[in-house]
């Protein structure tokens, strides 16, 4: 039997293959390439020594959903695929939400005539909105502020409603905080369109001269330096958790859901003064306006995840630099 990845030739889904394969699993993948590379299947092949079934395609067609289905065994699906960039989510909502929701429906019809039950969802912490209070645990209050953190929830609701109709559901909804770094092999790492959305791309682009400086945006936070601080998980650890989200699916029933992050939040210009310190460049910044909707404190409680799971994260700021500047390095200009 297989586990069927969506969004697999993406940042996270890459690493999540890797680490599936790693661990003995038979995957198939399906991607639309539209955040990612073709190359990106040779490099998993080049680090595991195994080459992924995979499928371009679109989670909105139905059609074929479907085929992958009745052409594979697939007993688990760990679903990564959908638009996520906030800001563009702000600008195109309607495209936002029929791509992550109506795809996700798609999906969920599509297992549900093949009998495939059990589901591993990559959500958000932006489900969580402007926190309260920190760190977030799973129990608080949930209240989205832009349309890509909507499409998240509303997919979360989705998939606890499919939970309580019919016990043969299976899920985890991961709740992500900010995955960084890159699998230690300098093959896979994040590589997004344009000017990066999130902030550690930004930084390495800078550092490695495709950008001229990093916008910060904000210094006047009650913050340890004025800058936002937030939870960083190198992406790996953050791989890790789906394995383990994928045991427990695949032998306990409900929705349950997860934080995975480190419980630790650094500052901007903390994250910056690392990335120097792994580099050895100099990373030019200027201070910008405020985001709206920007938290100035926002660090996950993932004790749940350790005590259901089995999952910790391992890997400290350091290694998430190193292993992103090793990326960087290889890939100047990126994998494409």
Not at 72 to 85: C, R, T
Not at 108 to 119: I, P, Q, S, T, W
Not at 178 to 207: F, K, R, T
Request: hydrophobic share 40%; proline share 5%.
């Amino acid at each position: 039997m297989s586990v069927l990845v969506t969004g697999g030739t993406g940042y996270i889904g890459s690493h999540v293959c890797v680490e599936l394969l790693n661990a003995g699993r038979d995957i198939v993948v399906i991607d639309n390439f539209s955040n990612s590379s073709p190359k990106v299947l040779e490099r998993i092949t080049e680090i595991t020594k195994k080459e992924p079934k995979f499928y371009e395609a679109d989670i909105l067609d139905e059609a074929a959903l479907d085929k992958i289905f009745s052409e594979n065994k697939i007993d688990s699906v760990i679903h990564l695929a959908g638009l996520k960039a906030v800001g563009e989510s702000v600008q195109k909502p309607l495209e936002y939400y029929e791509n992550n929701v109506t795809g996700s429906l798609h999906l969920f019809c599509a297992m549900r005539k093949a009998g495939v039950y059990n589901m591993v969802f990559s959500s958000s912490a932006c489900v969580y909105g402007i926190p309260k209070r920190v760190p977030i645990v799973e129990t608080d209050p949930l209240h989205t502020i832009n349309p890509y953190g909507g499409t998240k929830l509303t997919i979360e609701r989705i998939l606890e409603d499919l939970a309580v109709s019919d016990s043969k559901w299976h899920i985890s909804l991961l709740r992500y905080f900010n995955p960084i770094g890159a699998h230690e092999s300098g093959l896979i790492g994040e590589d997004p369109n344009g000017i990066p959305n999130n902030l550690l791309p930004y930084v390495a682009q800078v550092a490695v001269g495709r950008l001229p400086y990093l916008n910060v945006f904000g210094n006047d936070y009650d913050t340890v330096d004025g800058t936002g601080v937030r939870d960083y998980i190198h992406v790996v650890d953050l791989a890790k958790g789906h394995l383990k989200a994928l045991d427990k699916v695949e032998k306990t029933p409900g929705c349950s859901a997860y934080n995975l992050g480190t419980g630790t939040g650094y500052s901007v210009l903390q994250i910056v003064a690392a990335f120097e310190k792994a580099s050895g460049k100099k990373v030019a910044y200027q201070i910008a306006p405020r985001r709206a909707g920007d938290a100035a404190t926002c660090y996950a409680d993932p004790s749940k995840a350790a005590k259901e799971l089995g999952w910790k994260a391992e890997f400290g700021i350091e290694k998430m630099c190193e292993d992103l500047w090793n990326f960087t390095q290889k890939n100047p200009n990126g994998i494409r």
